[in-house]
C-alpha cells in the first residue's frame, strides 16, 4: 500500500488526521533534525498499521514535509 503523507514536525501531540483526498497528516512531537522526525513517522504509522517499522518505507520525500510512504503488508 502505498499513500501520501504530509509532516508536521514540533507539534505538541501526535496525531494522524485522514484527509478528504485519501492521504494523511501526520502531527511529530520530533524536529525535523538529524531524521529523527522521519523514525518517529516511521513508528508512528508501525503502530497505526500493525506492522512491524521494517515494513514502513519512505519512497521518496525524505527531506521534505511531504513524502510517500509505502507499508508493505505481505511481509
Known sequence: MMFN???K???KQQAIILEDDG??????????VEGKA?????QVLAD???VRKSQIS?????????KR??????S
Do not use: A, C, H
Not at 492521504?23 to 525535523?32: A, I, K
Not at 522521519?38 to 516511521?42: A, G, M, P, Q
Not at 519512505?58 to 511531504?66: D, F, N, P, V
Open 38 to 42: 522521519n523514525k518517529e513517522l516511521i
Open 48 to 50: 497505526r498499521f500493525g
Open 23 to 32: 492521504s494523511l497528516t501526520v502531527r511529530l512531537q520530533s524536529p525535523p
Open 58 to 66: 519512505i519512497r521518496s520525500g525524505e527531506r521534505s514535509r511531504t
Open 9 to 11: 514536525p514540533n507539534s
Open 69 to 74: 510512504v509505502e507499508v508493505d503488508e505481505t
Open 5 to 7: 503523507v504530509k509532516v
